[in-house]
């Protein structure tokens, strides 16, 4: 499968049912090749891309991520080839072992070591019985990963890796760990605002959650950030780093930036203004024309 350069990673449940199929309509007809959502405390995925199957003819449905303690391994493995099954193998499996704070906070599961525990959860899916109908065609395998061991195991097991919350120089070192031949689609957040002060303070807002999970500071600190960076909601280092914003020149050059440093696709959030899930619709309109570079 061809995942294409240029995709949509957004909060569709703010825009109910027949709201999201519109938006997928929309980004497929403006060029756009994927539309990835999240799994975190909100509608299954999974029921809305099969939704979203239905209204859509090429559009790649992608999940960033899907949490592997929400579902065992057998039911992602009849999940993934009911939905290829239905959109024609265009289903991207995003999949990640999310956060402690995530999983044993809400989920009341124990969180396991998280590369230890994906290989067998990937070894398990690839032995699992499924005795429905085979789809024809099988859609791509990617983990949510960012340091060296995650993405090993993305290149050993998975057809790439899908990073979250990441400046451009992790989709360098990335690409160098993965190796040419696997999938790179890192997310990046922008924002459609000029003026410092109020683009850094929507992009606060909108990092206040990730700031607070370890394995996103983590990552971070190999990096080159230090733990003053996650003071006071962010370091303007820390929050330039991670939300583009300005106009749509600057957050074009963004894009341009991780196509450059190796990644083969990369799925834009573009924030709200106003603080809420979801995205805006501006900003998707006036960088569509990326999508054909």
């Known amino acids: 499968m061809s995942l294409g350069k240029l995709g949509i990673w957004a909060w569709v449940d703010h825009a109910g049912f027949d709201g999201a199929a519109e938006f997928a309509r929309e980004i497929e007809a403006l060029g756009y090749s994927a539309l990835w ?3 975190a405390v909100g509608c299954d995925p999974f029921v809305t891309l099969a939704l979203i199957a239905k ?11 899907a949490n592997i303690y929400a579902r065992d391994a057998m039911a992602m493995q009849a999940v993934r080839k009911t939905l290829d099954g239905l959109s024609g193998g265009r289903l991207v499996l995003g999949l990640g072992v999310s956060h402690p704070e995530m999983v044993s906070g ?11 525990t994906m290989r067998r959860y990937l070894e398990l899916m690839d032995e699992s019985l499924y005795a429905g109908p085979q789809p024809e065609q099988e859609g791509l395998r990617l ?8 993405l090993g195991l993305a290149a050993e097991k998975a ?13 360098a070192r990335a690409r160098e760990l993965l190796g040419p ?4 689609a890192p997310e990046q957040t922008l924002l459609l605002e000029s003026d410092p002060t109020e683009a850094r303070r929507i992009a606060r807002g909108f990092m206040s959650t990730y700031i607070g999970l370890q394995n996103y ?15 006071n909601g962010g370091s303007d280092r820390l929050v330039d780093a991670i939300v583009a914003w ?9 894009i341009r930036e991780h196509w450059q440093a190796g990644a083969d696709h990369v799925c834009i959030q573009t924030l709200r203004k106003d603080g809420q899930n979801g995205f805006d619709l501006e900003a998707v309109r006036k960088l569509a024309p990326l999508t054909a570079e």
């Open 55 to 65: 209204q859509t003819k090429t559009l790649k449905l992608a999940t960033g991520i």
């Open 37 to 39: 959502i999240p799994e």
């Open 181 to 184: 031949d696997k999938l790179l």
């Open 246 to 254: 300005g106009d749509e020149d600057a957050l074009a050059e963004r």
């Open 106 to 116: 809400f989920r009341h599961h124990d969180y396991g070591k998280p590369v230890s």
């Open 159 to 171: 057809d790439g890796a899908h990073p979250y919350f990441v400046p451009v120089e992790h989709t």
């Open 217 to 231: 500071r983590n990552n971070l600190l190999t990096l080159g950030f230090e733990e003053k960076d996650f003071d």
């Open 143 to 150: 983990l949510a990963a960012l340091r060296k061991n995650m």
